[in-house]
Every structure is written in C-alpha cells, then in structure tokens.
C-alpha cells in the first residue's frame, strides 16, 4: 500500500528568484545613482541590466526546471516596479519627454489593472505576443537611450530614442488592443486563438 500523497511545497531559494530579488535590490541603487549621485548614464546603465536580466531569470527558471509559484509572481513584479521607477523619476527629472512617460504610465496601468481584474476572476494573463515582446524591446531600449543621452548629453541619442519610443509605444497600445480581445474571450471560455 503506497503512502498518502501531501504535496510538496516548492523551492523558495532558487537561482531565478535570486536574480528576481537582486534586481529589486538594485533599485534603490538606480534611485541614488540619478539622484544621489546626478548620473544619469549610470542610472540608465543600471536599468538596462535590470530589464534585460528579466530574460535571464526566466530562461534560467525553463533550463533549470526551477519554475516556481513565487517566481512567476516575482519576476513580474521586479519588471513592472523597475520600468515604473524609471519611467516616474526619469520624469521626475527630466529624463523623459512628458508624453512619453505619462502614455508608458498609462499603458502600464491598464495592464495592470486587467491583471487585478484576470486574477479576480480566477484566470491567468493571456499569452504574450510576439508583438507584445518587439514593443517592449524598442520602449526598454528608448527608455535607456533617454538616460544615455541626458547623462553623457548625446542629442543624437535623445533624437533616436524619440523615434524608437514613439515606435516602440504605438506597437504597445496596439498590441494591448489585442490583448483585450483576448482577455474577452479567455473570460468567455473561448480561448482558442494562437499568439501571434
């Protein structure tokens, strides 16, 4: 006669939550670095190890088989805190053209908010695009040009990331379109459409 099975409760202490905590940690660092220290390069630097670590503590949490509960709460909420500090206090000072942080903010929000919303309801988010990911690499990667630019006063890289940002935010209220098409359907039980 086998015994009872109880459950497991999943590892807390895994590599990719590490690096979910150490990129938490790091934002109070960011925060001095613009501020304490007026850098804003450096600040900018920091973000783009912040936000670009995100793929690492995911790939590792897959390749690892160390995918946990925690982590998928985690991970995401390292990512939104860092780009909402970025986008709030690079506006703050100065960083961010107006339009831009605020239309990031907003986005973000709803985001957000059909998370809440998705979780009440007892589903989890939808599946990422594919456009999803192309928007949030050229937002990501303007986001960081701003701060390059303003700290070593590169016009052509403010210039640049104006372009990309704009690109990068017209693909991402594009995309939350979609995702509200979906978020409707997965609601309805019809959750049969493939990303794209």
Same mark, same amino acid.
């Given at each position: 006669? +086998? !015994?009872p099975s109880?459950?497991?409760?999943?590892?807390?202490?895994?590599?990719?939550?590490?690096? +979910?905590?150490?990129?938490?940690?790091?934002?109070? &660092?960011?925060?001095? @670095?613009?501020?304490? $220290?007026?850098?804003? !390069?450096?600040?900018?630097?920091?973000?783009?190890?912040?936000?670009?670590?995100?793929?690492?503590?995911? =790939?590792?949490?897959? $390749?690892?088989?160390?995918?946990?509960?925690?982590?998928?709460?985690?991970?995401?909420?390292?990512?939104?805190?860092?780009?909402?500090? !970025? &986008?709030?206090?690079?506006?703050?000072?100065?960083?961010?053209?107006?339009?831009?942080?605020?239309?990031?903010?907003v986005r973000?929000?709803? &985001?957000?908010? !059909?998370?809440?919303?998705?979780? +009440? $309801?007892?589903?989890?988010?939808?599946?990422v695009r =594919?456009?999803?990911?192309?928007?949030?690499?050229?937002?990501?990667?303007?986001?960081?040009?701003?701060?390059?630019?303003?700290?070593?006063?590169?016009?052509?890289?403010?210039?640049?990331?104006?372009?990309?940002?704009?690109?990068?935010?017209?693909?991402? =209220?594009?995309? @939350?379109?979609?995702?509200?098409?979906?978020?409707?359907?997965? @609601?309805?039980?019809?959750?049969?459409?493939?990303?794209?």
């Open positions: 006669m +086998s !015994a109880y459950g497991y409760a999943q590892p807390v202490f895994t590599i990719p939550n590490l690096i +979910s905590l150490i990129r938490l940690g790091l934002i109070p &660092v960011f925060l001095w @670095l613009l501020f304490g $220290k007026d850098d804003p !390069a450096g600040a900018g630097t920091l973000f783009f190890f912040i936000a670009w670590s995100d793929w690492v503590d995911g =790939y590792l949490a897959r $390749k690892l088989d160390q995918v946990s509960e925690l982590g998928k709460v985690l991970d995401p909420l390292a990512d939104r805190i860092a780009v909402f500090v !970025a &986008v709030v206090f690079g506006w703050v000072a100065g960083v961010l053209a107006p339009w831009f942080a605020a239309l990031l903010i973000e929000s709803l &985001v957000g908010i !059909a998370a809440i919303y998705m979780f +009440s $309801k007892g589903q989890r988010t939808v599946e =594919y456009l999803g990911k192309l928007a949030t690499f050229a937002v990501y990667s303007a986001v960081t040009w701003f701060y390059w630019a303003e700290g070593w006063d590169w016009r052509w890289l403010e210039v640049s990331a104006f372009i990309l940002g704009t690109i990068g935010l017209a693909l991402y =209220y594009w995309v @939350l379109i979609d995702y509200g098409h979906d978020i409707r359907a997965k @609601l309805a039980g019809e959750d049969d459409r493939s990303p794209t």
